[in-house]
């Protein structure tokens, strides 16, 4: 199965590192296409996992997420800037749209997010505004 973050790699290849271990997570951009896979396979336990534990979302909120991402049909995403959020970083940045089609009308996330080293590993922090 090709990666929902990137169609030219497979999922064993990519999200599924990240998925599966998320200390294996490299950089701010790893991260980020990482949640964005686990939002087109509906994987709220990666998604709360991959929040900051200081924004992390309700049990509630969690399961809104779920009924809406398995709601809509997502159809790209492309990274648009990154600043810092390498390994040896602590913070990092990540621009990016996804596009989805909800009710018959493509809709777009477009977001410059925040992300941080938490327990080791990155981990998404919030939107920028």
């Given at each position: 199965m090709n990666c929902p973050c990137d169609s030219q790699r497979l999922y064993k290849n990519?999200?599924?590192i990240a998925h599966h271990h998320i200390n294996d997570v490299n950089t701010a951009q790893q991260l980020m296409r990482s949640?964005?896979?686990a939002f087109v396979m509906g994987d709220i336990d990666y998604l709360q996992?991959?929040?900051?534990?200081?924004?992390?979302?309700s049990k509630?909120?969690?399961?809104?997420?779920?009924?809406?991402?398995?709601s809509v049909e997502w159809v790209k995403l492309e990274v648009l800037q990154t600043s810092?959020?390498?390994?040896?970083?602590l913070t990092g940045t990540v621009a990016f749209k996804a596009f989805y089609m909800e009710n018959g009308?493509?809709?777009i996330i477009h977001e410059h997010s925040s992300f941080c080293?938490?327990?080791?590993?990155w981990v998404?922090?919030?939107a920028l505004v």
């Open positions: 990519c999200c599924a949640r964005y896979s996992r991959s929040h900051h534990s200081s924004k992390r979302p509630k909120e969690a399961r809104e997420m779920k009924q809406w991402t398995q810092h959020g390498l390994k040896d970083d009308r493509l809709e080293k938490e327990n080791g590993h998404y922090l919030d």
